[in-house]
């Protein structure tokens, strides 16, 4: 579909441009190359740095020039999932987006709203004649959603601008002053095998919600890691199983939607008969907050490789069921902040080994470094191999900070009342560009965009016109 007549015109038009160009994290070249290609074409200075960052300089309009600069900034990666049937390669192809409604969505796939819209209201703006603003430096980063991994990389030496707008927020009446930092551990079981004679069975749970795994790591959503493993453990009392492969979810960040696991019983009809008595007890508890729940087995008709033997079986059901995940601690200054929190994002079995992957979150330091010590003796005491990695800072409140006022007054013109002040448990990038910039400002704001690192993502295109509007009065507040 052609965006083009949507407004603003332009900033759709670049976000259908940009949807256009794989830009999963990790793969991020083609997306970087066509942010260089841009300031070639409008003459604009630009670099890029070997982790693919991009800034662009813009002189400020007349009258701005001696103005201070304002630093504009989102990350060029996206969640990519999608659905179990849908035929996209996410390394070659772009997205099939389409609207209903208000809404901009992508069909069978994320949308990538979460940073896209951020990049094509960056690009509007440098594009245009016609906005006042004063000189503006803007930040294109890669790989924000594997542990905001360009940020960290890039040489904050080549910014002068200490005010900063992130468009990395997804509720337009919010407004962000804070952030949690975050870390990611993975933990890796040797594994042993052995032949083990009896029936293969495969089981699946699916149909779960998922979603970012901060902003909603408390709405209660199953993670499907987890209940998998409890269903597995449940069955083992009745009818004893080796397990040949658990898996489920791919990304650190995203609660897992669904798990499979293969397993070898020599009782099939017993393991069979008491995963569906379960699964229907099941679904009744799990019935008002995860409604398309589906548990399914299939005896597949050959074996499917070696079992793995009892003691690592056994290990590997002991870590999902004990591990600690979801939300630790609520914070006791922001009223219905989550403090700090955990996700088992990745479960995945090879040959030799089974990998778990957590995300972990707080927005105090203390806290995380507490949370990956107590994480890391857990794992230590079940015998893994554990990495800590994806290390990155929480952005603290700045209680004189002339942009928030700026913003309010701006989005007081827009709406007609003043937007809610607040901490966000996610990571954005304003932590690691705070931590940096000595006496760097910093808001995040941004359109509403819902389900968020699901197939459901959708963004208000009404929300994009108003935010928009909002950033242009504050750059021209910006002399």
Aim: net charge negative; with cysteine.
């Amino acid at each position: 579909m052609k965006l083009t007549e949507i407004q603003p015109r332009e900033v759709f038009r670049y976000f259908e441009e940009i949807s256009g160009i794989p830009r999963g994290s990790g793969n991020q070249e083609k997306i970087s190359d066509y942010c260089l290609e841009f300031a070639r074409e409008h003459g604009f200075k630009a670099e890029r740095d070997s982790a693919f960052n991009v800034i662009i300089y813009k002189d400020g309009t007349p009258g701005y020039e001696a103005a201070e600069p304002v630093i504009l900034q989102g990350h060029l990666d996206m969640v990519c999932q999608k659905e179990e049937d849908h035929p996209i390669d996410f390394e070659k192809d772009g997205l099939d987006l389409c609207r209903d409604g208000d809404y901009i969505k992508a069909r069978g796939t994320t949308l990538g709203g979460d940073n896209g819209i951020a990049v094509a209201m960056m690009l509007a703006i440098l594009a245009s004649n016609t906005i006042s603003h004063p000189p503006i430096e803007a930040v294109f980063t890669t790989d924000e959603e594997v542990g905001m991994l360009g940020a960290m990389a890039l040489d904050m030496s080549k910014l002068k601008g200490r005010k900063m707008i992130n468009m990395d927020s997804e509720e337009e009446d919010i407004l962000t002053v804070s952030c949690a930092g975050g870390s990611e551990i993975s933990m890796e079981i040797p594994l042993k095998r052995e032949e083990k004679s009896g029936v293969y069975i495969r089981i699946s749970v699916k149909g779960f919600k998922g979603g970012h795994s901060g902003v909603e790591i408390h709405k209660g959503r199953i993670n499907a890691n987890g209940l998998l493993a409890r269903i597995l453990q449940n069955a083992k009392s009745v009818a004893p199983f080796s397990l040949v492969s658990i898996d489920g979810g791919d990304k650190a960040n995203a609660i897992p939607r669904s798990g499979t696991a293969i397993l070898v019983t020599e009782d099939a009809a017993a393991f069979l008969q008491e995963v569906d008595r379960y699964g229907t007890i099941v679904k009744e508890e799990l019935s008002a907050r995860e409604p398309d729940f589906v548990l399914e087995t299939e005896i597949l008709p050959e074996p499917a490789g070696k079992a793995m033997v009892p003691e690592f079986s056994e290990r590997l059901l002991y870590l999902l069921l004990c591990a600690p995940n979801g939300v630790q601690e609520m914070s006791v200054e922001i009223p219905n902040l989550v403090e700090t929190s955990l996700n088992l994002g990745v479960l995945k079995t090879e040959a030799e080994q089974t990998t778990l992957c957590f995300a972990l979150r707080s927005n105090k330091q203390s806290a995380l470094t507490a949370l990956e010590q107590r994480l890391l003796t857990f794992a230590s005491c079940a015998e893994c191999k554990t990495k800590l990695y994806g290390q990155y800072p929480p952005w603290e409140f700045k209680s004189d900070s002339a942009l928030q006022t700026l913003y309010k007054e701006a989005y007081q013109k827009q709406f007609g009342k003043e937007p809610k002040v607040e901490a966000i448990h996610a990571g954005l990038e304003c932590g690691v560009f705070a931590a940096a910039l000595s006496g760097m400002d910093c808001i995040s704001i941004g359109p509403n965009l819902y389900d968020v690192h699901t197939t459901e993502e959708r963004m208000s295109i009404s929300s994009v016109e108003r935010i928009y509007g909002v950033v242009l009065d504050v750059l021209k507040s910006c002399q």
